[in-house]
């Protein structure tokens, strides 16, 4: 089987002093880095601009969101096969990009999302309200749509081949971009696999941006909000979720 060809893309907002060694580790992994700059008041695009990787800019801050749909934009118009998200913190190592990398070329899966979930720093290092954050997201997606089980719905880190991509909507630009991407690609037939992987969190926790009191409430409001809206009860069969998006597909496809 040829070996598929990965685009990386990373969000980045204020990550001076961590994308450079980020980026060090991920461009020998990847076929083509594309750092988003989302509007970011420090050093990042200086950092990056550096290393041998396309940037894209948002001129203002525009939320995480606003950042994965630039990063797919670009995509799109590229030749590559997979997209690859990689969070600019450093709460992801890039070595499970082998992981990510093996699984694709075994999987019939169209999405693949890492997950923590189980692994020792899961267990002894990941901050106690990051981890009910999760685990209530978990139980949400899981109670509204069908039983879905995805392990660790927060996680950033994931892949998406160009047929899943291509035809993922997304309306939103915060963090909860994330969930919604997922949950629209469920809906539409797209098969999942996980790669199980290891975060880092020894002190890294304190430079994400994600907000617990900001961003969290956002994640189970947009599960409720497309629950209403795209009633997934309807497309409880994988005949329908496919019938579902052949009616729905992009004309990029």
């Known amino acids: 089987m040829k070996d598929v060809r990965i685009l990386a893309v990373c969000p980045a907002y204020n990550e001076s002093g961590r994308i450079g060694s980020l980026l060090d580790k991920l461009i020998p992994l990847v076929d083509q880095v594309c750092v988003v700059d989302d509007g970011s008041t420090d050093n990042t695009y200086e950092e990056a601009n550096e290393r041998d990787v396309i940037i894209l800019q948002h001129p203002t801050n525009k939320g995480k969101g606003a950042a994965i749909k630039t990063g797919i934009d670009y995509f799109l118009k590229s030749d590559f096969d997979v997209i690859l998200f990689i969070d600019g913190d450093g709460q992801h190592s890039p070595n ?27 267990i002894k290092n990941m901050p106690f309200l990051r981890k009910i954050s999760n685990l209530l997201s978990r139980f949400g997606i899981w109670v509204l749509y069908n039983g879905l089980v995805i392990e660790d719905p927060q996680n950033g880190y994931r892949a998406y081949r160009r047929i899943a991509i291509a035809n993922i909507e997304c309306n939103t630009t ?80």
């Open 174 to 253: 915060g963090y909860e971009a994330e969930t919604e991407i997922l949950i629209d690609a469920y809906l539409k037939g797209f098969e999942f696999d996980t790669v199980q992987i290891e975060s880092i969190y020894d002190g890294h926790e304190h430079s994400s941006k994600f907000s617990l009191l900001m961003d969290t409430w956002k994640i189970p409001g947009i599960m409720v909000k497309l629950f209403f809206r795209r009633k997934p009860y309807l497309l409880r069969s994988k005949s329908k979720k496919i019938r579902y998006r052949e009616l729905r597909e992009k004309i990029t496809l």
């Open 96 to 122: 499970d990009i082998r992981k990510f990398r093996k699984k694709i070329n075994d999987s019939d899966a169209e999405v693949f999302v890492a997950s923590r979930f189980g692994s020792e720093h899961w």
